[in-house]
């Protein structure tokens, strides 16, 4: 028994080793000499300090800023640790609302958040700016979405609509090739671009 036992044991070991030790150091050491900035999480470092990650978004709520798309992500309730509270961009509990096309509760947040953002009636709400990534964290907006909000922003820094919408064309990132993905902008990346641009010495 102990001679078809130790061969056994051995490969065991041996694939552990191989596929559980050497092969992720060997592909974590790879991917830190080819992709530094990737391999550390695609942190985003101003003056020093880390102010988050390229790949997941943020809450921006002021006027001054452009907002990310809606979040679903939950966190447990401080109040009763059975329930969950809405957490916008909690990147520890990645997750989609799980609504479906035919939910009421879906169609009923859709409209108040178009509603919202439709205050002059005269431009379509896009749809990415009032429904959740399927992540939650998703840090990409569509061009259209951030060029409707050029006109909010413009106003509440006193800066002309063409130079944010300039700022816009500027930090717009492509199809890769010309047809893998969909045109995008980072906000995060696109916020600190806005506030080195209106900066007081700029």
Do not use: C, W
Not at 8 to 30: C, N
């Amino acid at each position: 028994m102990l001679t078809h036992l130790r061969p056994a044991l051995v490969l065991l070991v041996l694939m552990t080793v191989l596929t559980g030790v050497a092969y992720p150091m060997a592909i974590t050491g790879l991917a830190k000499l080819l992709f530094p900035q990737q391999a550390r999480g695609s942190l985003v470092i101003r003056d020093g300090k880390v102010v988050g990650s390229s790949l997941i978004g943020q809450s921006f709520t002021s006027d001054k800023y452009f907002h990310g798309r809606p979040s679903a992500t939950t966190d447990t309730d401080p109040k009763d640790p059975s329930k969950t509270i809405p957490a916008p961009y909690n990147a520890a509990n990645s997750n989609g609302s799980n609504l479906g096309p035919t939910s009421k509760a879906l169609v009923e947040s859709v409209n108040a958040a178009a509603e919202k953002l439709h205050m002059d009636g005269a431009k379509e709400v896009p749809v990415d700016l009032v429904t959740a990534s399927a992540s939650g964290l998703d840090p990409d907006i569509s061009p259209a979405a951030a060029q409707f909000q050029i006109s909010r922003i413009a106003k509440a820094r006193n800066v002309p609509e063409a130079k944010v919408s300039a700022l816009v064309d500027q930090f717009t990132e492509y199809r890769l090739l010309g047809f893998i993905g969909e045109p995008h902008v980072n906000v995060l990346a696109l916020n600190l671009a806005l506030d080195e641009m209106t900066a007081p010495n700029r």
